[in-house]
C-alpha cells in the first residue's frame, strides 16, 4: 500500500480492535510486522482480527488492571473506542463512553511506568469536532467550542450530544498532551467505506442494502465526507511515525453524496440502483415523525431530526495537513465503496452455501 511504514521494533496496543477501523489498524500492524497486542471487551464480535497473530487482552476500558497490563512496555498505543449511536434518546451512555472512559485511559496512559516507553498514543477522534460552516472549505484550526467563547466559525446551536461528546473527548486528549506531557495526536476521521465491516455499521448498511438491491429509495440532498477503511487505518499509523504531539489532523478523501454512494455499490454488485428519491423536506418530516415517536414511546429511534442534522452539516474538508506532515495519500474512496459492496455481496453468497451444504 502507498505509504506503507515498516518498523519491526515496535510495540503497538489497539484498544477497541475488535471494531470496524480498530481491526484494520491491527490488520495492518501485523503486516507491518510489529508487535502487536488487542484489547477487546468479553463476548465481543472478534471476527475480524480472529485470524491475525496478536496477543489478546480480555477487558474494556474501565478495566484498570486490565488497562496497565496491555499498556505495559508499549511504544504505541491506538485508542479505537467510541460509542457512535448518536440517536439515543438519552445520552448518558455517549458521555460514560466517549468522555469519561478516554478520561479513564488517559489516566492509566498518564502514569509514569507507561509514559516511560510511551512514544505514541494515537486517539481516533472526528470530523464532527471540526467547525463546519457551508460555504467554506473547513481546516483542522476550526474547532467547535464546547462552551465559553465562541468560534468565529461555529455556532452551539443544533450541535447534537453526540458532537459535544466528541468535542468533549477530544479536547480531553489535547489537554493531557498539553498540561500532562502525554504525546497523543488526534485523528479526526470522516465516515469510512470498505470491506470487513462485520458489525454493520450504519452506513455499512446502506451499502449493504444497496448491494443487495433492497434500497426502496435514495436520501437526496446528503452529502459525506468519506474516506476508504484501509485508508484511515493507514493514516493512524503514520501518524504514530510521523504525528506531532498534540496536533490533530483532518482524515478524508473527498466529499461524495449519498447518491453516489448507493449507485457505486449497487454497480459494483450488479444490480440496479434504487430510481426513487427522496427529498430533503420528506426527509426532514421523517425525522421529525422519528423524534415524536421517541418521546412519545421512550425508543431510540436512528431516524430523527438530530440524526438527520449531523448528515447535514456538511463543508468540504482541506487534509492537506495530513498529506504534507504524515505523507498520508489515501485512494479515491470509490473504490472503497465497491471493495464494501463486494463484501457484502460474499457474505450473503457465502452464507447460502452454507445452508445448501447444510
Request: charged content about 25%; some cysteine; hydrophobic content about 40%.
Amino acid at each position: 500500500m502507498d505509504g506503507q511504514v515498516r518498523r519491526y521494533d515496535v510495540t503497538a496496543l489497539v484498544i477497541g480492535a475488535n471494531g470496524y477501523l480498530g481491526s484494520h489498524v491491527t490488520r495492518q500492524l501485523v503486516a507491518d510486522g510489529q508487535d502487536v497486542r488487542v484489547m477487546v471487551r468479553a463476548g465481543a464480535n472478534t471476527i475480524g482480527i480472529d485470524d491475525l497473530d496478536a496477543a489478546r487482552f480480555v477487558g474494556d476500558i474501565w478495566d484498570d488492571g486490565v488497562l496497565r497490563e496491555a499498556m505495559t512496555g508499549c511504544d504505541v498505543v491506538y485508542y479505537c473506542v467510541v460509542d457512535a449511536r448518536g440517536w439515543l434518546r438519552d445520552p448518558a451512555p455517549l458521555f460514560r463512553t466517549n468522555v469519561e472512559g478516554t478520561r479513564n485511559v488517559l489516566e492509566i496512559a498518564s502514569e509514569k511506568g507507561i509514559a516511560a516507553s510511551l512514544k505514541c498514543f494515537v486517539f481516533t477522534s472526528s470530523y464532527v469536532t471540526v467547525g463546519r460552516k457551508r460555504g467554506r472549505t473547513a481546516t483542522e484550526d476550526d474547532v467547535v467550542f464546547d462552551g465559553g467563547e465562541l468560534s468565529p466559525t461555529t455556532r452551539l446551536r443544533g450541535v447534537t450530544p453526540y458532537v459535544r461528546s466528541r468535542v468533549q473527548a477530544e479536547n480531553l486528549v489535547m489537554e493531557y498532551a498539553r498540561d500532562r506531557g502525554l504525546p497523543a495526536v488526534a485523528m479526526c476521521v470522516s465516515t469510512t467505506y470498505g470491506a470487513g465491516d462485520w458489525g454493520r455499521t450504519p452506513h455499512g448498511a446502506i451499502i449493504a442494502g444497496a448491494a443487495f438491491g433492497k434500497l426502496p429509495f435514495v436520501m437526496s440532498g446528503i452529502e459525506l465526507e468519506a474516506v476508504g477503511i484501509d485508508d484511515a487505518a493507514r493514516a493512524l499509523i503514520l501518524a504514530a511515525e510521523k504525528g506531532r504531539v498534540g496536533e490533530r489532523y483532518l482524515i478524508s478523501e473527498k466529499m461524495i453524496s449519498n447518491a453516489d454512494v448507493v449507485r457505486i455499490a449497487a454497480e459494483a454488485a450488479g444490480v440496479p440502483a434504487p430510481g426513487r428519491s427522496m427529498a430533503l423536506p420528506v426527509s426532514y418530516a421523517m425525522a421529525a415523525i422519528g423524534s415524536m415517536k421517541a418521546r412519545l414511546k421512550g425508543t431510540d429511534e436512528r431516524m430523527s431530526l438530530e440524526s438527520l442534522r449531523l448528515m447535514r452539516a456538511e463543508a468540504p474538508l482541506d487534509c492537506g495537513k495530513a498529506n504534507r506532515e504524515l505523507g498520508w495519500q489515501p485512494r479515491p474512496v470509490e473504490e472503497s465503496i465497491r471493495e464494501a459492496a463486494r463484501f457484502w455481496v460474499s457474505l450473503r453468497q457465502a452464507k447460502h452455501q452454507s445452508r445448501q451444504s447444510g
